[in-house]
């Protein structure tokens, strides 16, 4: 990978459940907590598999990115209910999103771009708002703020946040 190798961003398909497997782990592992069982048992536990399972179904959309070919990252959203869903969830007409880039990608604004090509995603498919939940700590939130992301809740560990679009 060259410094100057473009940066391309695609949607994600019905197909790329396993893409989306790899942020929920990823992005559940961001501070690498040391009591996680491994991915392919961690993946299949409610709270997670949540987030993959039966990926494509209606609502489901989401980007992959590339740079010089190689993949760097994925975001996805999904649409869950008042009696199915995860921390970030706010009503039933807001997906949540998860998130994560490829290490070696990190710090080259490929999860920028990510943000921004999902809210213009979901602006022209007329939805309303976007959340996330986010582990305070965590520097992502710097990331979900430059790109218009505010705080609707915020528990002391972990913060909900909304882009309204
Ligand atoms: C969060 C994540 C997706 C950011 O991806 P990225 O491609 O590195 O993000 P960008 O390069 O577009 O960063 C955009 C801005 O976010 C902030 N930011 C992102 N990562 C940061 C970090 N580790 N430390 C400080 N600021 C950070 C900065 O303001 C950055 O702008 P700058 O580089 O010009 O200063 C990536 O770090 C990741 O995959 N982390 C592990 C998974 C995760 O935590 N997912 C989110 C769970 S809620």
Do not use: C, Q
């Not at 907590?33 to 536990?45: C, G, K, M, S, T």
């Not at 949540?50 to 990115?65: I, K, L, S, T, V």
């Not at 920028?112 to 090509?117: D, G, I, N, Q």
């Amino acid at each position: 990978m060259g410094a100057n190798d473009p940066l391309t961003i695609e949607p994600l398909g019905h197909g790329d459940a396993d893409i989306v497997k790899w942020v929920v782990s990823i992005a559940v592992a961001w501070n690498d907590p040391p009591d996680l069982p491994p991915f392919e048992v961690a993946l299949e536990h409610p709270k997670l598999a949540r987030f993959h399972r039966g990926w494509g179904r209606p609502g489901d959309f989401g980007m992959r990115a590339a740079i010089g070919g190689a993949f760097a990252g994925a975001v996805f959203a999904r649409l869950f209910t008042d009696t199915d869903h995860g921390s970030g969830y706010v009503d039933d007409s807001t997906p949540e999103l998860g998130i994560a880039v490829e290490e070696p990608f990190r710090r080259r604004g490929v999860g920028r771009r990510l943000m921004e090509a999902l809210a213009d995603e979901a602006r022209r498919r007329g939805i309303g708002r976007l959340s996330l939940s986010v582990n305070n700590p965590n520097p992502a939130r710097r990331l979900y703020e430059s790109v218009g992301y505010t705080v609707l809740e915020d528990d002391g560990a972990s913060s909900i946040m909304v882009l309204r679009l």
